[in-house]
């Protein structure tokens, strides 16, 4: 296990055997003490993920999260292919990586097909072994479009 991920690692762990097992746990995180009903403690589980992982360097909030590869599965833009290097990417301090399509050419011709579109996945199961992908303090799976003008 990477030493960069060792408290959120802790943290998860923690909260899944409180979830599933119902077991006390050594509590660093201030979660055990909460009232028992599971919304609290989920709330106070995603506000010490956030906090922990603002402790993290930028390289390794990158690292943390899924490539753009992962996620998107095909792109195009006016009927030709797109990949990353189409893209520039952020990162959010909720969302982790995020990217901005950047266009270098102005949509000359209508239609549907001549727009951005994207197949994405979301991973929500590992292909490997079919164990749920993402942490326990997630409780969806989605991406989140925005579109603007500069």
């Not at 003490?33 to 709330?43: A, F, M, S, Y």
């Not at 590992?126 to 799976?141: C, E, F, I, K, W």
């Amino acid at each position: 296990s990477d030493p960069d991920f060792k408290d959120i690692n802790r943290l998860m762990d923690q909260l899944e055997k409180m979830q599933e097992w119902n077991e006390n746990t050594d509590d660093g995180f201030g979660i055990e003490d909460l009232e028992k009903r599971p919304g609290i403690r989920q709330d106070r589980a995603v506000t010490m993920l956030r906090i922990l992982m603002a402790k993290l360097s930028n390289e390794t909030r990158i690292r943390a999260g899924y490539t753009f590869s992962e996620i998107v599965a095909k792109c195009t833009f006016a009927g030709r292919d797109c990949s990353l290097t189409d893209f520039e990417s952020f990162l959010h301090p909720d969302y982790g990586v995020c990217y901005t399509f950047v266009v270098d050419h102005e949509m000359t011709r209508p239609g549907e097909e001549q727009g951005l579109r994207m197949l994405m996945v979301t991973n929500a199961h590992s292909p490997a072994d079919g164990s749920l992908d993402h942490l326990p303090t997630t409780d969806s799976n989605a991406f989140w479009a925005v579109i603007h003008s500069e």
